[in-house]
């Protein structure tokens, strides 16, 4: 297979800034009628108060059938209620193309009597969370819980461990395509990598530092794979979060730097949004989103859940019904995703109060040593700037320094027998960045600002790993990604993201932002450097990228 340069992906749209059309978003069709959505409602609500038979007859006025089949699933497996081999078997007839029908097929088979036909077989396995349950159904070592899926994390644990093929797998049997994503972006199946990072960045209900790498993952597998015309509109999906680590990288690509607003007296008074970009990418008319929900019984699912507030089944039928698009309807999908999640309140328009970005007076015991976003950036990770913060696991003050790590790097034991020495502001800044210091100079990280800022969190280890199983000169991205230790790999993010903010709000240098964006594999904190000021008030300039 081809291989891509890396350089080549990061620098693409950083060095080309192309001017695609906008589109405005399509309104989503209603499912259900009135009296339908009333009944459906009625009925859910008398299952859950246990009420079967005022939930059956109630079904039974249903003119639209399209959640008819939940609904059975939910009475065959109430509580209060032992369903028999004929039922399950009957429900399967009718719905073997529905989310929980791995479920049903599994009990059918324990139930199933002697001499009994075969249930239907799941026609889609729309949701595999049971999926290996199911497998072992028709084994002799089935166990009395045949329900109980793979553990959540197994697909990252095989990813961990370079089983590559089991965590694409298992990350789409367990609906962890971030982890699927990884895993065929590793083993060089781009076309399958953005199928599952799109289901990430088009989920409107997860975390929005969650959805802004999933686009520029999407936006990186989309190179990788040939669809160039699809880059741009994922990189500006990624760039509506413009305080994230990879909204902050995807806009620097298109060349659209977050704008500082309002700027007052002091730069925290600023407010930081998105450029105008232009409306959302992926235009479909009304009309043919109308026609799609019309014609399509799981987008019809989806937005009936969403009707009666069941968000979860709702994203559930999203997700795989984006899976398994075709390359025509997937458009279609991302606009019903696009358009359920504003009817649940969820804002297009990110914009960042950067009071969230505080930058009191900090005076270290010598001065800065490091840039000084960078100390701004974890003392408030770390403490939110609370000089008398202690953790639960012995770090002190304003940048969390261990005791030991300070008798270490000071040459001074007193740090043990005395640790609230580290409540003194301007001690634990002087460590904390000698301990930053020590990070960036070592042999394996080459000064490099992630490889250094992840391990404050971790220590080095982690992040050694990771670059034993990459190889040298790995993709930096792919880097923090491949760390095995989850808090590290949140922490390198929201802090780098962070340092960058302050870099604008103190009007300094980006260059660690550029050579991330174009690709470069060493990200030296260096290349942000300035000449060091004394200590004291922050600077209050702001540059020539904000206004």
Same mark, same amino acid.
């Given at each position: ?9 990061? #620098? ?37 108060? /246990? ?37 399950? *078997? ?48 028709? /084994? ?58 799109? %289901? ?18 999407? *936006?990186?597998?989309?190179? #990788? ?34 704008? %500082? ?33 019309? *014609? ?51 804002? *297009? ?47 002190? /003050? %304003? ?80 880097? %923090? ?25 103190? /009007? ?40």
């Amino acid at each position: 297979m081809k291989r891509t340069s890396r350089r080549v992906l990061g #620098a693409l749209t950083f060095m080309a800034v192309l001017a695609g059309a906008g589109a405005g978003l399509a309104q989503v069709p209603r499912a259900l009628s009135d009296s339908d959505r009333l009944s459906y409602t009625t009925a859910f609500d008398a299952l859950r108060q /246990g009420q079967l038979d005022a939930a059956r007859e109630t079904a039974a006025r249903i003119q639209d059938r399209v959640l008819l089949g939940q609904l059975e699933f939910e009475r065959l497996f109430h509580a209060n209620h032992t369903a028999t081999y004929e039922e399950l *078997s009957a429900w399967l007839e009718d719905y073997a193309d529905l989310t929980p029908a791995p479920r049903v097929y599994a009990l059918a088979l324990r139930r199933r009597p002697d001499g009994a036909p075969e249930p239907r077989r799941p026609g889609v396995v729309a949701s595999l969370r049971n999926w290996a349950s199911v497998q072992a159904a028709g /084994g002799e070592s089935v166990g009395e819980d045949i329900f109980t899926p793979p553990g959540p994390r197994e697909a990252r644990i095989a990813l961990n461990a370079d089983d590559l093929p089991r965590a694409y797998e298992l990350g789409i049997a367990l609906g962890d395509h971030w982890t699927a994503g990884l895993a065929a972006w590793r083993m060089g199946r781009f076309a399958e990598a953005f199928s599952e990072f799109e %289901i990430v960045a088009l989920d409107p209900l997860e975390d929005p530092w969650v959805r802004s790498g999933g686009a520029f993952w999407t *936006s990186r597998a989309a190179y #990788a794979s040939g669809r160039q015309d699809r880059v741009q509109e994922y990189l500006r999906l990624a760039g509506r979060w413009p305080a994230t680590f990879y909204g902050q990288i995807a806009l620097r690509q298109l060349g659209e730097d977050p704008v %500082i607003e309002n700027l007052g007296p002091q730069p925290y008074m600023a407010v930081i949004a998105a450029a105008d970009r232009g409306p959302e990418p992926m235009a479909v008319e009304a009309d043919a989103l109308a026609a799609f929900v019309a *014609s399509n019984d799981q987008a019809r699912r989806a937005v009936a859940f969403h009707e009666l507030g069941r968000s979860e089944e709702a994203q559930t039928e999203l997700r795989n019904g984006l899976r398994r698009a075709s390359d025509d309807d997937r458009t279609l999908w991302a606009a019903l995703a696009r358009g359920l999640a504003p009817r649940r309140g969820l804002s *297009s328009a990110v914009r960042i109060d950067a009071n969230a970005y505080p930058m009191p007076v900090l005076e270290p015991e010598g001065g800065f040593t490091i840039e000084r976003a960078l100390v701004y950036a974890i003392a408030r990770k770390e403490s939110g700037f609370e000089p008398q913060a202690r953790s639960s696991v012995g770090a002190y /003050g %304003i940048m969390q320094v261990m005791p030991t790590t300070a008798a270490e790097l000071a040459g001074d034991p007193g740090f043990v027998r005395d640790p609230q020495r580290l409540w003194n502001p301007a001690v634990n800044l002087r460590l904390g960045q000698a301990y930053i210091t020590r990070m960036l100079g070592m042999g394996a990280f080459q000064g490099d600002l992630l490889r250094a800022v992840a391990s404050y969190n971790a220590g080095p280890g982690p992040m050694l790993g990771a670059l034993r199983r990459l190889g040298p000169n790995p993709d930096p991205l792919l880097l %923090i990604e491949t760390i095995d230790v989850p808090q590290a790999r949140a922490y390198v993010e929201d802090v780098v993201a962070t340092y960058w903010i302050y870099q604008r709000m103190m /009007g300094r240098p980006l260059h660690t932002l550029d050579a991330v964006a174009s690709g470069a594999t060493h990200i030296p904190l260096a290349l942000d450097h300035v000449p060091p000021q004394p200590a004291g008030t922050p600077e209050s300039g702001a540059s020539a990228e904000t206004r």
